[in-house]
């Protein structure tokens, strides 16, 4: 499996490589070996997602809870809460039963953005039976293979998941060690499963699923470029809308010091519940981006010059810990709003 975050787009975000360590742009040798063979599902489209389900732990006593629903960007969004009472602690979605023929191509490419958990990419296979109706789907149900993944808080990936990398078959959770490798001219259905024994809501956003031909890397994850998804999706979270970087044309000096306080509050409102529920990373990504967009965004007469080498600094420091990094990421914002109300 290799993990390629998706390339950069606002020129802004092309240069944090310099702030963020660890994230600069590296070659990416696996994907100059593939190309895309053909798009399986491409949630643009609403009537493919109608053909997804949900199916949770409720069958076994279980509490935990899955949801199906579409992204105004017209993405599959799967979401629910993980919960291990009752033996309980999977929640998943299953695509509707096809005819694809995958046996010409080497593995799926799925491109999705997450919440920093593990997530397992499955498909359930036909059995050999010539039936139909109920009995042909609980006979595709039966056998499984699976590969995991792990997501990056708030981040677009590309995911590359060789069929020879899948799992061996499984029979209602019980490896089977006698059966055959994956047959990819046996799979019946994809899916996605969250089964990481972690309670608390998750969110897996899913905006294709494709297959490719060549040979991919199944080495560790690579990252090959810096995301500008984060900002993207704060934005789109907090309801502001995208606006080109600063120039020095007039503005209304009192109406930008009031949307930068909406901004940085709105920001602030998003984090807080993140890190009081232990989600220290996903807290540093909102309150990243938040900054990162305020030096994108803002001009000389709201920003000095001091203040933007101050932002620019906590940015690049190096923190261990997730938790004190959202603290020092914290303390930069509530002095920007201080400023900004004088």
Known sequence: ????????????????A?????????????????????????????????????????VMGGRSTGQISTTGAGNLLFTGRLSLEN????????????????????GFIVKVRGDGRTYRFDALLRTGRESSGDAYRVGVEQWRVWQEFTTRADEWIEVYLPFESFSKPTFYGTEMPIAPELDPARIARLGFMLYDKQPGPFRLEIASISTYRGQASTAAPEVIAVSDSRLDRL????????????TD???DAAADRS???AYL???????????NHGQHGACVAV????????????????????????????LGDSWHDAADRAWALREVIDELLIMSSL
């Not at 040798?29 to 489209?45: E, H, L, S, T």
């Not at 994108?296 to 906590?314: A, G, P």
């Open 235 to 246: 934005i789109e979270r907090l309801d502001v809308p995208s606006e080109e970087p600063y």
């Open 265 to 275: 509050g709105a920001a602030v409102s998003r984090g807080v519940p993140l890190f």
């Open 249 to 251: 044309q007039p503005r």
């Open 18 to 58: 310099a702030l963020l360590p660890g994230k600069e742009a590296t070659p990416a040798p696996a994907a100059q070996d593939v190309k895309v063979d053909r798009v399986i599902y491409d949630f643009g489209n609403t009537e493919e997602a109608l053909r997804w389900r949900t199916v949770v732990d409720g």
């Open 87 to 106: 033996n309980g602690g999977f929640s998943a979605i299953r695509s509707a039963a096809d005819s694809v023929d995958y046996s010409h191509a080497d």
């Open 1 to 16: 499996m290799i993990i390629l975050l998706r390339a950069v787009s606002l020129g802004v975000v092309a240069a944090t």
């Open 287 to 314: 309150y990243e981006t938040a900054l990162l967009g305020v030096l994108h965004l803002c001009s000389s007469d709201l920003l000095t010059e001091s203040e933007r080498e101050h932002v620019q600094h906590v």
């Open 259 to 261: 949307e930068l306080n």
